[in-house]
């Protein structure tokens, strides 16, 4: 019950603070550009590439996982700024003493706020994916492989970063927090790029050194199975998956298990972190 | 009891912010927590609360652990600093305490505007905390500390960023919550707020508790004596000595001037002895002198007496809990 009282405050913080009309709006007027956007690309590639071309490249392809990427980018985003402060700043505030002192465990506090911003965050990656594919199906007929798998992939993407957000805040400070969530994000990034290219040289060494950032961060790996799942069998074949948006090699289901179970245990550690502190 | 400690003990790092506490606070009670800043006050409620936890000893809390959630419904608390979010309502805001103290929705509507009510902002519990200032701040704080109909309430320099009517207001509180049979915890280093709504006191140091007691009971451990007489001798006066510190003494020409007269003024028993200035026979002298307890009057009276000293007054002077609290932090350097 105190878990979901938690959860209901933290969702109440979002909209009182128009936080939840930011992003539904500037959501909204995403999706609108990414229709005209690619309502006007798409026309103009029919008129130039001859059809069995833009069969075979799949070109509406590139369009999706661009647009599904610039999402994905987006979740982790607001994974960090909706979650950096909300335990380092209530702790800093004092905020925090008014609330842990009722009739409530530290965890269901943990728990609570986790929940709340997981909800909104995974609401808020499934809607504006499936808005995305919406698009393209109306408009090009187009659907990429494996849609609720990747979208599920994008959503533990978010969750991950979340958790590894909260986690941060019941020991850092706001600012450090966020440093360290994005320096770990962009490690991540950057690992995930050395593992794709050292896949498509055939360098073992480059892609264990991918693999080995992802076991320290695993958001990329997620986008990276996604991206592989969503694209054609054809065009990794072909050595164009490589691009900033797909994927020359999948991360395994073993680093999905993996995700699942360092997101499960980023949050007990929080827990635990947040209930032994001092406040 | 209702709190009970033994021994508390917090350190950070190499400082020690409460050291050796032992204490219980009654049912019923208001405990005033008196001390300067930094002396450990906040720390030792935060202890009593869960928030922080002891290096060493033990805090027991209507007979559970601190923070034990079995209980914390019947406590209330005030933190000393705190930012209530600034995106709530003052009703929304006590909605929000309200259910996690987890009281029903028909009791949070009876309740929240009776307790804007009674700290002044029933006009204000649909604007936004944002808008509030310090004060406005504080009572919502208050009310929040109260919203549970506690049985014991921790108010943590509860009239911080008030005005004089504020403080006013928030005495009378502590006075309806001691009527009613709440226990009140009170840390504060406003003397008169302490003097006027506490029954029992006590003054922490350095995170040490250096004095404990009702205010009598205080007060009454240093008693100050005014002394009138006339006869009196170097000698005399500096017999007194034996039992207290004799203080501030003054000589007048008449036996019946008074202190503003033109007095000739001296500090110690020292300086009656150097001084210019002779003790003649119908001198009336003025004297404080410190005493352990009242208990001792008789004595001191007996002695004057016998020793030729005609005696106008030997009158115990109640001193303040400034006055105390002041040569209490002297005392102890």
């Given at each position: 019950m105190s878990v979901l009282e938690i959860a209901r405050l933290t969702f109440l913080e979002a909209r009182m603070r128009k936080m939840l009309w930011a992003i539904l709006l500037l959501g909204a007027a995403f999706l609108i550009l990414y229709a005209i956007g690619f309502h006007l690309i798409y026309a103009d590639i029919r008129e130039r590439m001859p059809g069995g071309v833009a069969r075979l490249l799949e070109p509406t392809n590139f369009f999706v996982m661009a647009g599904l990427y610039a999402i994905n980018f987006l979740v982790v985003m607001l994974a960090v700024l909706t979650s950096v402060d909300t335990i380092a700043g209530e702790i800093a505030s004092g905020t925090i003493q008014t609330i842990v002192t009722?009739?409530?465990?530290?965890w269901q506090v943990v728990v609570g706020k986790w929940l709340g911003l997981a909800l909104m965050l995974s609401v808020f990656t499934v809607v504006m994916c499936a808005a995305l594919l919406l698009i393209v199906k109306l408009d090009a007929g187009y659907m990429p492989n494996n849609p609720v798998a990747a979208i599920g992939l994008i959503v533990l993407e978010g969750l991950v970063v979340l958790t590894l957000s909260i986690l941060g805040g019941t020991r850092l400070s706001t600012l450090t927090n966020g440093v360290v969530v994005f320096m770990l994000y962009g490690l991540a990034f950057i690992a995930g790029w050395i593992e794709q290219i050292g896949s498509v040289l055939r360098s073992d060494a480059a892609v264990n050194v991918g693999i080995v950032v992802s076991l320290i961060m695993p958001s990329e790996a997620m986008w990276k199975r996604a991206a592989y799942l969503m694209q054609p069998p054809f065009l990794r074949e072909l050595g164009f998956s490589a691009t900033p948006f797909g994927a020359a090699s999948a991360p395994s289901e073993a680093m999905v298990v993996y995700a699942v179970l360092y997101t499960v245990i980023a949050l007990a550690v929080a827990v635990r972190w947040f209930g032994r502190r001092d406040l | 009891m209702l709190i009970e400690t033994n021994n508390l003990r917090k350190t950070f790092g190499d400082t020690v912010a409460v050291d050796s506490l032992t204490l219980s606070v009654g049912a019923g009670e208001v405990f005033g927590f008196l001390g300067p800043n930094g002396a450990g006050k906040t720390t030792t409620v935060k202890m009593l609360l869960g928030l922080v936890a002891p290096t060493a000893g033990e805090a027991r809390l209507l007979d559970h652990r601190p923070g034990d959630p079995a209980i914390m419904g019947r406590v209330g608390f005030l933190p000393e600093q705190f930012r209530f979010?600034?995106?709530?309502t003052a009703a929304d805001f006590l909605d929000v305490h309200g259910r996690l103290y987890g009281l029903p929705a028909a009791e949070r509507r009876a309740r929240i505007p009776r307790l804007l009510e009674r700290v002044g902002l029933a006009d204000r519990?649909?604007?936004?905390?944002?808008?509030?200032s310090k004060g406005m701040m504080q009572r919502v704080g208050l009310a929040q500390a109260l919203l549970n109909d506690p049985a014991l309430v921790f108010l943590d320099e509860?009239?911080?960023?008030?005005?004089p009517l504020g403080r006013r207001e928030v005495r009378d509180l502590i006075h309806e919550l001691r009527a009613a049979g709440v226990t009140v915890f009170l840390n504060s280093h406003f003397l008169s707020e302490v003097e006027v709504t506490c029954d029992r006191v006590a003054i922490v140091k350095r995170g040490r508790v250096v004095r404990i007691g009702t205010l009598a009971e205080l007060t009454r451990q240093t008693t100050e004596v005014e002394i009138r007489a006339a006869g009196l001798s170097p000698e005399l006066v500096a017999g007194l000595a034996s039992w207290g510190q004799v203080g501030k003494w003054q000589i007048a020409?008449?036996?019946?001037?008074?202190?503003?007269?033109?007095p000739q003024v001296a500090e110690t028993e020292n300086s009656i002895r150097n001084t210019q200035y002779a003790i003649r026979n119908d001198d009336v002298v003025r004297l404080t002198l410190t005493v352990a307890?009242?208990?001792v009057l008789p004595e001191i009276a007996d002695y004057l007496v016998q020793g030729g000293a005609r005696v106008y007054t030997l009158a115990p002077q109640r001193i303040s809990l400034e006055d105390l609290f002041m040569r209490v932090m002297e005392e102890e350097g």
């Open positions: 009722k009739p409530l465990r530290r | 979010p600034a995106w709530l519990a649909r604007s936004k905390l944002g808008e509030y509860p009239t911080s960023g008030l005005d020409d008449n036996k019946l001037q008074e202190a503003g007269d033109n307890n009242e208990d």
